[in-house]
């Protein structure tokens, strides 16, 4: 039994900045030797963004409020309690209005969605997004609710396949995904490379979808043919996540790109083997755009050709690295792409903590 994604729709917080301007207030307040200056370039130059978005509006034209730099006092040092409640009230707004995108442009009757699933790794509060996108829409109150919390970057493959369980027992279900992460919100004013990688490539944005046992009419699917999940044995303290009393800590080791291209054969076999199909067969890959690094690895230890990572490195470029809702930004951009067919293969790849790879295997499906 198949499950169909369609009517994925993305947003962003209204602030975007060019990487370069990022760039230079970090050597501003960071760089007080050139070694350290000489790092933020190179980080910077090579990174692959040229803007990202944020809630943190302290270099927009005209802030509300100041969170990480202040003109007069410099770097700030938030608590973890002030980030989180800035990810409550800006996140909680983003859950509800994509929820209503989505359920807009499918024409759906709120009446039929039967599960509501939400997905962040950036904040935490109580009654959650789940409750909150049905409470909002108007949802009924039987309505299942799933919140996937503090998983990382490849956490919207988890909620997919969950979504595809839902509807391989019920081909009536229609499961509304919403994932929003604020990333920028919890930036580390040290000069550890960690901490110093993660503010260059890390960014805040938000999607959602529906995924449905029977699809709409009249919108392109990806219908979902199978899934795969995988740990790495090496990399577990490579890729980790924290809570700390600043914000949550990110270890993000450079190494981490090395590691996941020792592990692609293993991760891919499995999921290729049940899909029946060679990597030379698929069309089109949904890659995580984790950072430069990674989609380089993939690409050429794959051999793919730039055409079939075209979302990623667009994805990349415009909105960084927004962790788990990156990847349906990428598949947003395959499924309305004008270059693919129906009946293409896609493959969609992610990774986060553990070192922990997930996959799936799409059709695009032109459905009339």
Not at 233 to 240: S, V
Not at 345 to 362: D, R
């Amino acid at each position: 039994m198949a499950s169909y994604l369609q009517h994925i729709v993305t947003a962003n917080p209204s602030t975007r900045y060019a990487q370069s301007l990022i760039r230079d207030k970090m050597k501003e307040h960071l760089a007080d030797d050139r070694r350290t200056s000489a790092i933020l370039h190179r980080i910077y130059q090579e990174s692959g963004i040229e803007y990202r978005h944020s809630v943190v509006q302290d270099y927009s034209e005209s802030p509300s409020e100041f969170l990480l730099f202040h003109p007069e006092d410099g770097v700030l040092h938030p608590s973890t309690g002030t980030r989180n409640a800035i990810y409550q009230r800006e996140a909680g707004r983003m859950f509800v209005d994509l929820a209503n995108q989505v359920v807009a442009d499918s024409g759906v009757d709120r009446s039929d969605i039967t599960h509501v699933i939400t997905v962040s790794c950036t904040g935490f509060f109580a009654p959650g997004p789940d409750f909150e996108i049905v409470e909002a829409l108007g949802l009924e109150g039987s309505t299942q609710r799933f919140h996937l919390g503090f998983m990382g970057c490849y956490a919207a493959f988890p909620a997919l396949r969950m979504a595809h369980s839902f509807c391989e027992g019920n081909p009536n279900a229609r499961v509304l995904i919403v994932s929003v992460e604020l990333c920028t919100l919890h930036f580390q004013a040290t000069k550890e490379l960690d901490h110093l990688i993660g503010a260059a490539i890390f960014a805040d944005g938000g999607a959602g979808l529906l995924v449905s046992g029977r699809p709409l009419a009249n919108a392109p699917a990806l219908e979902s043919q199978t899934y795969a999940n995988t740990i790495t044995k090496t990399g577990k303290k490579d890729m980790a996540w924290t809570i700390g009393d600043q914000g949550f800590d990110m270890i993000l080791s450079s190494y981490v790109p090395d590691i996941i291209e020792a592990n692609l054969d293993e991760a891919l076999s499995p999921l290729l083997d049940q899909a029946g199909l060679a990597i030379s067969e698929i069309n089109m890959w949904g890659l995580h755009p984790g950072g430069r690094a990674i989609v380089d690895k993939v690409e050429s230890s794959l051999e793919l050709r730039l055409e079939q990572l075209e979302a990623s490195r667009h994805v990349l470029a415009n909105y960084g690295n927004m962790s788990s809702a990156t990847v349906l930004f990428v598949l947003q951009r395959i499924l309305a792409s004008k270059t693919t067919s129906d009946g293409d293969s896609v493959l969609g790849l992610a990774f986060g903590p553990g070192l922990s790879i997930e996959s799936g295997v799409f059709r695009k499906r032109s459905i009339s």
